[in-house]
């Protein structure tokens, strides 16, 4: 197969293979890895819109109520004649309540309330508890890397064929009881769905997205070989066509410096003095809640395909990502203190799917003694360094390549375990040799 150098043309050959296999393919599952901002979500909206002009009724299946909401939404905007069921808990406050505001749609706690709508869409958690209904021919599952194989299995079920969509860069899926007793066996509950799919149907289709349309063309070449090394991508933007500049000129401090190497480069990495400190390090907290400040102080202003003219970049365009929760507490309160409202600060968890022109990130291992498999889980530092459509700001303590080095892996082998690469040492130290590049040094 020859390349396509166009992005637009890749994206839409490779969109076009998956549709193919979807709509007219033999295979009881078509398997799609999508690197971060390469419109997973487009996909799924295109192949239930498309299933359903055929003639073909769907289940779509997501992992939070969000994520839903989110789809409903985009699927009445599409098509705003076709009949969506939304199917809900019997929570007091199951679904966002824009949905009742669209005529289209129809909620219920009970699935037998949606039964022949063209398109019925929910959690996994609800789906697995419905009962002694009529298999769907189709169904298409959102988030796949992120669904439990148990949650698969509670499903699987209500469908005949599925399309499995997700990022295996992301975070794996999220367990809050310990595994290892599961650890190697054919059906590990805590494996993630598709990995579980493909380790006993390894026959079934398999495509991939080649573009990211979130990323920069000074993140993609990064992120893709710090964490997508088998499955590499591109920027669907070329060096230029995006700009990030300030109206306000530099004072001269360490903030102020990262963000103008931030702004011509695309990364920055503000740089602490060496020192093991609490999770909660009150002198990176503050650096971090600084460069916010300065950001917006300054008047950023971002450019790109989007808008040929300026747009400023206002707090709600800005994140801040943590590793811990506590952390982010401690970044809101500095910001409060600061007086700096409507910026999103939260975990690399919550943060997942998420876009910003501008991230500021708060090192996994920033003034810690150690290094361990939490902080080195490769999808965590992968969200935190993929949510940016500009430029991301990282704040570390000095030392981190040095701890990698002091602290192999001490994580007992399993057998029948797949590996998963990159390890977080190596997507670590790629990171960090990228940013030493745009490092500035600051003692606040």
Same mark, same amino acid.
């Given at each position: 197969?020859?390349?396509? +150098?166009?992005p637009?043309?890749?994206a839409?050959r490779?969109t076009d293979?998956?549709?193919t296999? +979807?709509l007219?393919?033999t295979?009881?599952?078509v398997v799609?890895?999508s690197?971060p901002g390469?419109?997973?979500?487009?996909?799924?909206?295109? =192949?239930a819109?498309e299933l359903?002009a055929a003639?073909?009724?769907?289940?779509?299946?997501?992992?939070t109520?969000? #994520?839903v909401?989110?789809?409903v939404?985009? !699927?009445?905007?599409?098509a705003?004649?076709?009949p969506v069921?939304?199917l809900?808990?019997?929570?007091?406050?199951?679904y966002?309540?824009?949905?009742d505001?669209?005529?289209?749609?129809v909620?219920?706690?009970?699935?037998?309330d949606?039964?022949g709508?063209?398109?019925?869409?929910?959690?996994?958690?609800?789906w697995?508890h419905v009962?002694?209904v009529e298999?769907?021919g189709?169904?298409?599952?959102?988030?796949? $890397?992120?669904m439990?194989s148990d949650a698969?299995?509670?499903?699987a079920g209500?469908?005949?064929?599925a399309?499995?969509v997700?990022d295996?860069?992301?975070l794996d899926?999220?367990?809050?009881?310990?595994?290892?007793? *599961?650890?190697?066996l =054919?059906y590990?509950?805590?494996?993630?769905a598709?990995?579980? !799919?493909?380790?006993?149907?390894?026959? !079934?289709?398999?495509?991939?997205l080649?573009v990211s *349309?979130?990323?920069?063309?000074s993140?993609?070449p990064?992120?893709?070989?710090?964490f $997508?090394? $088998?499955?590499?991508?591109?920027s669907?933007?070329?060096?230029?066509?995006?700009r990030?500049?300030?109206g306000?000129p530099?004072?001269?401090s360490?903030p102020?410096?990262?963000?103008?190497?931030? =702004?011509?480069s695309g *990364?920055g990495?503000?740089?602490?003095?060496a020192?093991?400190?609490?999770?909660?390090d009150?002198?990176?907290?503050?650096?971090?809640?600084?460069?916010?400040?300065?950001?917006?102080d300054r008047g950023g202003?971002?450019?790109?395909?989007?808008s040929?003219d300026?747009?400023?970049?206002?707090?709600?365009r800005v994140?801040?990502?943590?590793?811990?929760?506590? #952390?982010?507490?401690a970044?809101?309160a500095?910001?409060a203190?600061?007086d700096?409202?409507?910026?999103?600060?939260?975990?690399?968890?919550?943060l997942q799917?998420?876009e910003?022109?501008? +991230?500021?990130?708060l090192h996994?291992?920033s003034?810690?003694?150690?290094?361990?498999?939490f902080?080195l889980?490769?999808?965590r530092?992968?969200?935190?360094?993929?949510?940016h459509?500009?430029?991301?700001v990282?704040v570390?303590?000095?030392?981190?390549?040095? !701890?990698?080095?002091?602290?192999?892996?001490?994580?007992?082998v #399993?057998?029948?375990?797949?590996?998963?690469?990159?390890?977080?040492?190596?997507?670590?130290?790629?990171?960090?040799a990228?940013?030493a590049?745009h490092?500035v040094?600051?003692?606040?």
């Amino acid at each position: 197969m020859t390349a396509v +150098t166009d992005p637009s043309a890749a994206a839409a050959r490779a969109t076009d293979a998956i549709l193919t296999d +979807t709509l007219r393919g033999t295979a009881r599952g078509v398997v799609v890895d999508s690197p971060p901002g390469a419109g997973k979500s487009t996909l799924v909206v295109r =192949a239930a819109l498309e299933l359903a002009a055929a003639g073909r009724p769907l289940m779509v299946v997501a992992q939070t109520n969000a #994520q839903v909401d989110d789809l409903v939404t985009r !699927l009445a905007e599409k098509a705003p004649e076709l009949p969506v069921g939304r199917l809900h808990s019997s929570d007091s406050d199951p679904y966002d309540k824009v949905l009742d505001s669209l005529d289209n749609v129809v909620t219920s706690s009970k699935a037998a309330d949606l039964a022949g709508l063209d398109i019925v869409l929910s959690t996994a958690a609800k789906w697995a508890h419905v009962k002694n209904v009529e298999p769907w021919g189709h169904a298409i599952v959102d988030e796949a $890397y992120q669904m439990r194989s148990d949650a698969l299995l509670a499903v699987a079920g209500l469908f005949e064929r599925a399309l499995f969509v997700g990022d295996p860069g992301q975070l794996d899926p999220f367990s809050i009881v310990g595994a290892d007793q *599961w650890a190697g066996l =054919a059906y590990d509950p805590s494996a993630s769905a598709v990995s579980t !799919l493909l380790a006993h149907n390894p026959d !079934l289709p398999q495509h991939r997205l080649p573009v990211s *349309w979130r990323l920069p063309a000074s993140a993609a070449p990064l992120v893709s070989a710090a964490f $997508y090394p $088998y499955t590499p991508f591109r920027s669907g933007t070329d060096h230029g066509d995006r700009r990030l500049s300030f109206g306000v000129p530099s004072d001269g401090s360490g903030p102020d410096r990262v963000l103008d190497e931030a =702004a011509e480069s695309g *990364w920055g990495l503000l740089e602490l003095p060496a020192r093991h400190t609490p999770r909660t390090d009150p002198e990176a907290v503050r650096a971090v809640a600084l460069v916010v400040r300065r950001l917006l102080d300054r008047g950023g202003l971002a450019t790109g395909e989007r808008s040929p003219d300026p747009v400023p970049v206002t707090a709600g365009r800005v994140a801040v990502g943590t590793a811990h929760r506590d #952390q982010a507490a401690a970044v809101r309160a500095a910001l409060a203190e600061l007086d700096m409202r409507g910026v999103t600060v939260d975990t690399a968890n919550r943060l997942q799917g998420r876009e910003f022109d501008v +991230t500021v990130v708060l090192h996994p291992l920033s003034g810690r003694p150690d290094a361990t498999a939490f902080h080195l889980e490769t999808g965590r530092l992968c969200v935190l360094a993929s949510r940016h459509r500009h430029a991301c700001v990282v704040v570390c303590r000095e030392g981190v390549a040095d !701890l990698l080095d002091e602290h192999p892996s001490t994580e007992p082998v #399993q057998l029948g375990v797949t590996v998963k690469f990159p390890d977080g040492w190596e997507a670590n130290h790629a990171v960090l040799a990228h940013l030493a590049g745009h490092r500035v040094r600051w003692r606040p």
